[in-house]
């Protein structure tokens, strides 16, 4: 009896996410008109692109047993600054200034958690702020208006002339992150890590590099989250963007399999993990429920979801 317990526990674990979607799913099926229209799917495959890609980075640091809380920010920053030189005509330069942004407060936050030792959920909370302060600095507190055809309609197109670019985009980046963390020594060092950072550190893993690298590669997720945005709505809200986005990430993070604790990254759980999320906010819009129901729901599931890995590993033990 307690090998299966122990079992139902693990398959759960590893399939939880994909389990919950297909639940999901069924459920709106029923409860939800129009719910099984091709446009309806489309929707959830599109509208779900900006918690795949802050989700999808936030899975490589919560696998080494951090969190980055600052992810909406670093996505508001980054938009900022590429939709400002766009403004002016420079796309090629306002893209790559959006980036190398991201990249060097990531690395800022990763040096501080390994260098200095300062816990991961101060260092991001303060450059939460500090990024969302910068944002509001660039544009004066205002909302930024951009005009480039070019770049607004890139986000309206499509892949093979039916998938969505927004979908292209989070697909394309899942599939290289998983060859990434899958096929890579990176890889192998950031799940040792997430397991036992010591042990890691004595066998001569450069682990500054390693968490460094980590934060760069959460940042670098938020910002095309943030040029996703910004292309599709041609406008960016320094107070707005990206805001209390980091939820929805740390909650598709966590649904998805990768342990709050650190150790292996799934990041194809992290997809369903947010896929389950667009479900339940397309079911609460869809059927007139208030939205802070939606937010309710999320915050018990990321609750639910870290004591089901608590009671798996206290049973695997």
């Known amino acids: 009896m307690q090998t299966k317990k122990v079992r139902l526990s693990n398959v759960f674990g590893e399939y939880g996410a994909i389990i919950a979607f297909v639940a999901l799913f069924v459920v709106n099926a029923f409860v939800t008109n129009n719910f099984l229209q091709m446009r309806t799917v489309w929707n959830i495959l599109t509208q779900c692109c900006t918690t ?35 403004k002016d005509g420079q796309l090629v330069l306002g893209l790559i200034v959006g980036l190398l942004c991201a990249l060097v407060f990531g690395w800022i936050t990763g040096m ?8 991961p959920m101060i260092v991001s909370l303060s450059m939460m702020f500090v990024l969302r302060g910068i944002a509001k600095l660039v544009s004066d507190g205002r909302i930024m208006t951009y005009r480039n055809k070019a770049f607004s309609d890139f986000f309206y197109g499509e892949v093979f002339g039916f998938l969505p670019v927004r979908t292209a985009i989070w697909l394309a980046l899942a599939i290289i992150l998983w060859i990434f963390l899958s096929k890579t020594r990176y890889g192998t060092y950031i799940e040792a890590y ?36 910004a292309g599709y709505a041609t406008t ?21 399999g990768t342990s709050i604790s650190g150790g292996k990254p799934k990041v194809w759980g992290t997809v369903f993990g ?44």
């Not at 501080?112 to 816990?119: G, L, N």
């Not at 036992?196 to 910002?223: D, H, K, Q």
């Open 112 to 119: 501080a958690v390994i260098k200095f030792k300062i816990q």
């Open 236 to 256: 960016v809200d320094p107070a707005a963007m990206g805001l209390t986005k980091e939820m929805d990430a740390i909650a598709a993070t966590v649904v998805g």
């Open 274 to 317: 947010a896929l389950v999320l667009q479900l339940i906010t397309i079911m609460v819009n869809m059927n007139n429920v208030p939205v802070p129901y939606a937010r309710i729901i999320k915050a018990a599931i990321i609750i639910g979801a870290i004591y089901a890995q608590r009671l798996s590993s206290r049973k695997n033990g």
């Open 52 to 86: 795949v890609l802050l989700a999808l980075g936030m899975t490589v640091v919560i696998a080494t047993g951090g969190i980055n809380i600052s992810v909406g920010s670093a996505m508001a920053l980054s938009a900022m600054l590429a939709a400002k030189l766009i």
């Open 194 to 229: 997430g397991d036992n950072p010591e042990a890691t550190r004595i066998s001569g893993v450069n682990v500054v590099l390693v968490i460094s690298a980590a934060y760069m590669i959460c940042n670098s997720f938020a910002c095309v989250a943030g040029y996703v945005e």
